[in-house]
C-alpha cells in the first residue's frame, strides 16, 4: 500500500471519529430531555400531559422510520442552512444527528420507565419536587440502560457515517466506495472494514463495561 493510500486512510478515519464524536455529542444532549419528556408527560407521568406526548412522539416515529440515506437526501436544504453545505463531513452530522437523536431517545426512554414505580413514589411521598425526582431519582437509576442504549446508537452511527461516506461525506464510507468498490482495490477495501470492525468492538466492549460498572454500583 502506497504512502498516499495510508495517508488517505488516516485522514479518512480522522473524518470518521470526527462524524460520530460531534454526531453523538448532539445525539446525548438532545435524546435524553427528549426521552425525559417522553416518559414525564406520558400517562401517570410526573408531568403528565397526553397531548403533548402523544404529538412529539409521533413526530420521533415518524423520523425513525425514515432509511437514513432518504433522510439526508431530504434534508440537503436544511443542512446547507446550518452548515453551508450539503457535501463533507461538517454537512453529514445533521443527518446523522437527525437519524440518532429519536432512535436513542426511545431506547433511553424505555430505561427510564423501567426504573421502580415505587421509587418515584416514595420521593413523591417524601415531598420531593418533579425536577429532583427526575435528577435524582429516574437518570441515577436508568444509566446502566442509557449507557447500554448509547453503545448501540453508536454503533448504529458507524454503520450510518459509511453509507454517508459512499455519497459524498468523506470518512472511512468513501474511501471504500472510491477505492474499494469503483477502483476494485481489495487492499484499501479489507483495511477499512478491519478499521470499522476495531471501532465498533472497541465502542461496545467499553459501553458494556461501563453500563456494568454503573448496575453494580446501583
Known amino acids: 500500500m502506497s504512502p498516499l493510500l495510508i495517508d488517505r486512510l488516516l485522514t479518512g478515519a480522522w473524518e470518521t471519529f470526527v462524524m460520530i464524536g460531534v454526531s453523538s455529542l ?3 444532549l438532545l435524546g435524553i430531555p427528549l426521552a425525559l ?12 400531559a397526553r397531548w403533548a406526548n402523544s404529538v412529539l412522539g409521533s413526530v420521533v416515529n415518524v423520523v425513525r422510520s425514515i432509511p437514513f440515506l ?15 453545505t450539503s457535501y463533507g463531513v461538517w454537512a453529514a452530522i445533521v443527518p446523522l444527528s437527525a437519524a ?3 432512535f436513542f431517545a426511545r431506547i433511553a426512554e424505555v430505561s ?17 419536587k418533579r425536577w429532583h425526582i427526575i435528577w435524582h431519582v429516574l437518570l441515577p437509576e436508568a ?7 448509547f453503545t448501540i446508537t453508536l454503533v448504529s452511527m458507524i454503520n450510518a457515517s459509511a453509507v454517508a461516506g459512499a455519497i459524498g461525506a468523506g470518512g472511512l ?6 477505492y474499494g468498490y469503483q477502483r476494485f482495490d481489495t487492499d484499501v477495501m479489507l483495511t477499512v472494514i478491519v478499521l470499522l470492525v476495531a ?3 472497541v465502542i461496545q466492549f467499553g459501553g458494556d463495561r461501563l453500563a456494568l460498572r454503573l448496575n453494580k454500583r446501583g
Open 199 to 201: 471501532l465498533v468492538t
Open 70 to 84: 432518504i433522510l439526508m437526501v431530504a434534508m440537503i436544504p436544511i443542512t446547507r442552512l446550518l452548515v453551508g
Open 100 to 102: 440518532a437523536v429519536p
Open 112 to 128: 427510564l420507565r423501567e426504573v421502580d414505580r415505587g421509587l418515584i413514589e416514595a420521593a413523591q411521598a417524601m415531598g420531593c
Open 26 to 28: 448532539i445525539t446525548l
Open 37 to 48: 419528556i417522553l416518559v414525564a408527560t406520558s400517562r401517570d407521568g410526573i408531568f403528565e
Open 173 to 178: 464510507g468513501d474511501l471504500a466506495y472510491r
Open 143 to 149: 444509566r446502566p440502560g442509557i449507557v447500554a442504549g
